[in-house]
T-cell receptor
Framework: SQTIHQWPATLVQPVGSPLSLECTVE??????LYWYRQAAGRGLQLLFY??????ISSEVPQNLSASRPQDRQFILSSKKLLLSDSGFYLC???????????FGPGTRLLVL | AQKVTQAQTEISVVEKEDVTLDCVYE???????LFWYKQPPSGELVFLIR??????QNEISGRYSWNFQKSTSSFNFTITASQVVDSAVYFC??????????????FGKGTHLIIQP
């Protein structure tokens, strides 16, 4: 069966510091991978998605970036965090386009 | 542009009552997919159902049922005989076939369901 992992589970970072969140998927190959952000009291917003190694599509212009160095690894990064980057970050995977997306446990990020 | 509206921000019912969560969507595509996810306090989104636009049959899974009506662009979710463990935020989501390259889900803002013992 497939599982999706995210770490860290929680993170408190000062404004201006760098960020690296990691997501890995087990039990499948060549998945589509996604990063979403959920701000407090709001729905989920798609940030990035990837259909293969090195292929990243950005949906929202911002100071975040994503990379996919390996088939089942998806990384969300920032060089300098802003207060507005606080939120709950969820990684998801799907087998193919338009198919069900399965979500990881998420990372709670607080920028102070 | 696609859009999902969950007008009920919060619903509170007493255990064993039936409750319906509303979802209305907007899309110009004839082929699309609708989803419901549950987000318990732990935060992880749990997949509940996926329905394509050509399948209007209602579905029942235990105490859960879904009513898809293309005529009103609605995909409502009913929990029968609610239980405290059903307390969570429920999200309705839409995925268009021709998403302009974007394969992400468009989520509603969620309905916070509170089941009181």
């Amino acid at each position: 069966s497939q599982t999706i992992h995210q770490w860290p589970a929680t993170l408190v970072q000062p404004v201006g510091s760098p960020l690296s969140l990691e997501c890995t998927v087990e039990g499948t190959s060549n998945p589509n991978l996604y990063w979403y952000r959920q701000a407090a009291g709001r729905g989920l917003q798609l940030l990035f998605y990837s259909v293969g190694i090195g292929q990243i599509s950005s949906e929202v212009p911002q100071n975040l970036s994503a990379s996919r160095p390996q088939d089942r690894q998806f990384i969300l990064s920032s060089k300098k965090l802003l207060l507005s980057d606080s939120g709950f970050y969820l990684c998801a995977w799907s087998r193919r386009l338009q198919e069900t997306q399965y979500f990881g446990p998420g990372t709670r990020l607080l920028v102070l | 542009a696609q859009k999902v509206t969950q007008a009920q921000t919060e619903i509170s019912v007493v255990e064993k009552e039936d409750v319906t969560l509303d979802c209305v969507y907007e899309t110009r595509d004839t082929t699309y997919y609708l989803f419901w996810y549950k987000q318990p306090p732990s935060g992880e989104l749990v997949f509940l159902i996926r329905r394509n636009s050509f399948d209007e049959q209602n579905e029942i899974s235990g105490r859960y049922s879904w009513n898809f009506q293309k005529s009103t662009s609605s995909f409502n979710f009913t929990i029968t005989a609610s239980q405290v463990v059903d307390s969570a935020v429920y999200f309705c989501a839409l995925s268009e076939r021709s998403g302009g390259g974007a394969d992400g889900l468009t989520f509603g803002k969620g309905t916070h369901l509170i089941i009181q013992p």
